[in-house]
Every structure is written in C-alpha cells, then in structure tokens.
C-alpha cells in the first residue's frame, strides 16, 4: 500500500542556517503532497502544498521541491530561526478521494 | 482562516466510560476526519466524512464509532473507553477539491485523551 516517510527522525542546525527536510512515497499515483509544522501540544500547522504538475513551490522562507521520477520531495527552510524549531512532516494524497497518506515526521532543533 | 476548534485540550477518562470528542469547522467544508496520534505510529487515520450523515472507516476505525448531523460538527465516539486508546485525537477538515482531486486537511489543536 502506500506509504509516506522521511528520512531522517532528527535534525540539528544552527540559528541562520538552511535546513532541509526529506521526503520520500511510494506511490507514483499521488498527485498532491502537503507539509506541515507541529509544534509541541499543538495540532499540525499546514506550511506549503504542491501538485505533481509541479516541481518547485515558494513560500515566505520555505520552498518545497517535488522530484517524481525519484518519488522524492524535500522541504527548505531559509535562515532558520528558533521558532522554527518544531516536528514536520509530509503528506500525500493516497489512492481514494481525499485522504492523506502522513509521514511520521522530523524533529527539527535550531541551536542559537 | 480556517479554523477548526475541539472541546477539550485535554481529558481525563476512566476504563469503561463513553467518552465523547467534539470538532467544530467554521469553513463549510464537506470533508472531515479523525486521527489519532501516537509516538512512532505517526497519525493514523480512525474515521472520516465527506457529508453530513455519510461516515466511511479509516485505518483503525476499532473501538470508535463517528456522527456527522450538521456539516460543521464531527464527533468521534469511544463506547467504552480503553487504556490503549490514551492518545493525541487530531480532528482535520478539507474542501473536498472538484474532480477527485485531494485538497488541504487542516486541524485543530488536538485533545489529550487519558484512559485510566
């Protein structure tokens, strides 16, 4: 079936680094992939969205690249913060109708 | 801004005791759905809806049941409360994005749910 995972439980980084995020699916049919930030006690935040008629996708500091030859998609983060400090994780649409199928996530730590 | 808001942060329940969750969306959207949330499981999903009355079982739908009679509400239901149901409930809800196409699930901030 399909599934969603990230590569790497934790990452460490220091205060006005880039981070990056890894993703990797399973399913080629996917067509929709979502990241979110949740910080601790508190429900996932949604961050940035992209569709597979896509390769690349910008926000306010964050960009988010899809590679589907490789099933691949990675979040970047600019100049990272102390308030960027928090677990995220990916999403991708499953094989019916709206569901999401969720990575379990990667606990981002900045270092001041 | 979206906003979808659950009853309570946290609760405190006992083995055996109906407990009832409660998720309020304020966007009209047609989909919605619960999770629940464990250490090492990731989100796993237990119930969804894509209209009101209408309910289909999602991954773990066991020990749960869900009622949906208004479009902004969604509660999930656990008949007879277990100690391995302790867990972080998330309830999200989406648009449901036209032709098949999956759109944006947002959330609520969760509840804490501890069966003693």
């Known amino acids: 079936g399909e599934s969603v995972g990230l590569h790497l439980p934790t990452l460490s980084v220091q205060e006005g680094d880039n981070s990056i995020i890894n993703c990797a699916y399973s399913?080629?049919?996917?067509?929709?992939f979502i990241w979110y930030k949740q910080e601790s006690g508190k429900g996932p935040q949604f961050i940035i969205d992209?569709?597979?008629?896509?390769d690349k996708r910008q926000g306010q500091r964050v960009t988010v690249l899809l590679n589907k030859t490789v099933k691949h998609l990675s979040l970047q983060i600019a100049a990272t913060q102390p308030g960027d400090s928090a677990v995220y994780f990916c999403?991708?649409?499953?094989?019916?109708?709206?569901?999401?199928?969720f990575g379990e996530g990667t606990q981002l730590t900045v270092n001041p | 801004d979206v906003k979808v808001t659950q009853s309570s942060r946290y609760l405190v329940k006992r083995t055996g005791e109906k407990v009832f969750l409660e998720c309020v969306q304020d966007?009209?959207?047609?989909?919605m759905f619960w999770y629940r949330q464990d250490p090492g499981l990731g989100l796993r999903l237990i119930y969804f809806?894509?209209?009101?009355?209408?309910?289909e079982k999602g991954d773990i739908p066991e020990g749960y049941s869900v009622s949906r009679e208004k479009k902004e509400r969604f509660s999930l239901i656990l008949e007879s409360a277990s100690t391995n149901q302790t867990s972080m409930y998330l309830c999200?809800?989406?648009?449901?994005?036209?032709?098949?196409?999956?759109?944006?699930?947002?959330f609520g901030p969760g509840t804490r749910l501890t069966v003693l």
């Open positions: 966007m009209d959207h047609e989909n």
């Open positions: 999403a991708g649409s499953g094989t019916s109708g709206s569901r999401l199928t």
């Open positions: 992209i569709r597979s008629n896509m």
């Open positions: 999200a809800s989406s648009s449901p994005g036209g032709r098949g196409r999956t759109d944006t699930q947002y």
């Open positions: 809806s894509y209209d009101v009355k209408m309910k």
């Open positions: 399913n080629s049919a996917s067509d929709y």
